[in-house]
């Protein structure tokens, strides 16, 4: 009998616990579906304020504008340059040597080239390099030119590119030598030296020498805007003028290049101001489609005809380089700045009155009054709070919040942005 009333007991126990635990299960479903239903019926959806970047560029036509001086000769025969595009020249430097033809022009570079490979050759025959040279520097030193070789070459520095290729070759043949995988390189100087002797014996004298007759820059070539688009006349330079500009080379006959006078140019284009973004000695970057690089230039002039979407921008720049005057007009990039803040969506911004406390010289609070102020709303837990905006970048769609800190009332990161709600109770 003892042992049949515990076990009865231990039975209703179990069914209590059992019916706790349901109605336990039971409670929380209902405040669970309580949650769901309230949240769903306030139609609130959220995002998240993170930290974002922002470019403010603009793409434009520009066009150079500088002081250049036409180089002519007589137009008789073919030109040999000796100056690369946008290279410094001196007074009676030789700019170019004229031949009668194609022919005489042809052979004079293979005697160059024929030369550089000799003075490689030459460079690792050397009995100096060869008595010192070991195979461990030298099997460093091999990496370390193909490393600086794939550098010049990814940065198109290709005048350090062709260098580091030398280096590069004289390493390894150095190394085939003192391990002795070949003997030397003699036979390959006697045929080369034999082949430089037969072309300089068919060599002509050029027929005509053109030297620079001042200290500037070359280019070789001439489009006819040389008179046109100058530093005394860009005060006066139209909508039309800009935009009617082309890209395009003389076929004159006589036209050898033309000399650039001074390290500054210039660049007019015409941009949409209407915003008063740009303003006279402001400092952008500019980016052309031909090259990654950039360019600081400060803003020397904005005017208009009368229509502010359509105003003339006159920008400065003392970076010189073939780059610069390798065109008369192309597409690029204004770069006003660049901006990192709290990315906030259009949608989401309401304003509210905010009260201000205005204080006095000693920090005191002598009034407040009520300004109609930019924000969000965010959830803090249950709570609906209005946060400010201090917006430092407007794009398409979304606005950018500069973050403070040390001030609770503006909008902070990782906030919940309320971006979407029924009716008008979040609009101010």
């Known amino acids: 009998m003892q042992s049949n009333k515990s076990g009865e007991g231990r039975t209703v126990g179990g069914f209590i616990v059992k019916s706790l635990r349901n109605l336990v299960l039971v409670l929380l479903l209902i405040v669970f579906i309580s949650i769901v239903y309230n949240f769903r019926n306030k139609g609130v959806a959220t995002e998240t304020a993170l930290l974002s970047d922002a470019v403010f560029a603009e793409e434009i036509q520009g066009v150079f504008i500088r002081e250049e001086v036409p180089v002519t000769y007589s137009g008789k025969g073919v030109l040999s340059y000796k100056v690369a595009d946008g290279g410094k020249v001196g007074k009676d430097t030789v700019i170019a040597d004229v031949y009668p033809n194609d022919e005489q022009i042809a052979r004079n570079r293979e005697i160059a080239q024929l030369e550089r490979e000799l003075a490689i050759l030459e460079r690792i025959q050397n009995p100096g390099t060869l008595e010192s040279a070991q195979p461990a520097s030298l099997s460093d030193n091999i990496s370390e030119s193909y490393r600086a070789l794939i550098y010049s070459r990814d940065m198109k520095d290709y005048a350090t590119l062709q260098s580091e290729l030398e280096n590069l070759l004289v390493g390894m043949s150095t190394y085939q ?79 050898v290049g033309k000399m650039i006078r001074g390290y500054n140019w210039y660049l007019a284009g015409v941009i949409d101001n209407s915003r008063k973004l740009y303003a006279i000695g402001d400092t952008i970057d500019v980016r052309f489609d031909s090259s990654e690089e950039l360019y600081e230039a400060v803003i020397k002039d904005i005017r208009d005809e009368g229509d502010a979407s359509e105003s003339v921008i006159i920008l400065e720049c003392s970076h010189f380089n073939e780059n610069s005057v390798a065109h008369r007009v192309e597409r690029c990039e204004l770069i006003k700045g660049s901006y990192s803040g709290l990315k906030v969506p259009r949608e989401a911004i309401r304003f509210d009155d905010v009260e201000y406390e205005v204080r006095d010289e000693n920090g005191e609070v002598t009034s407040t009054s009520i300004v109609n102020t930019k924000g969000v709303y965010i959830m803090k837990g249950e709570q609906i709070l209005f946060k400010k905006l201090d917006v430092i970048y407007e794009g398409s769609n979304y606005v950018l919040s500069k973050i403070h800190e040390s001030d609770s009332s503006y909008l902070a990161l990782y906030d919940d942005i309320l971006t979407e709600t029924e009716g008008d109770e979040f609009n101010g």
């Open 177 to 255: 030598i003192i391990t002795q995988q070949v003997t030397g390189f003699d036979q390959q100087i006697i045929d080369l030296n034999a082949r430089l002797a037969e072309l300089k014996a068919a060599t002509a004298a050029p027929t005509e020498r053109v030297k620079s007759n001042e200290s500037a820059y070359f280019v070789s070539y001439c489009d006819g805007y040389e008179s046109e688009f100058t530093p005394d006349k860009m005060d006066r330079l139209t909508v039309e003028q800009i935009n009617s500009v082309t890209d395009r080379k003389s076929d004159e006959a006589a036209i």
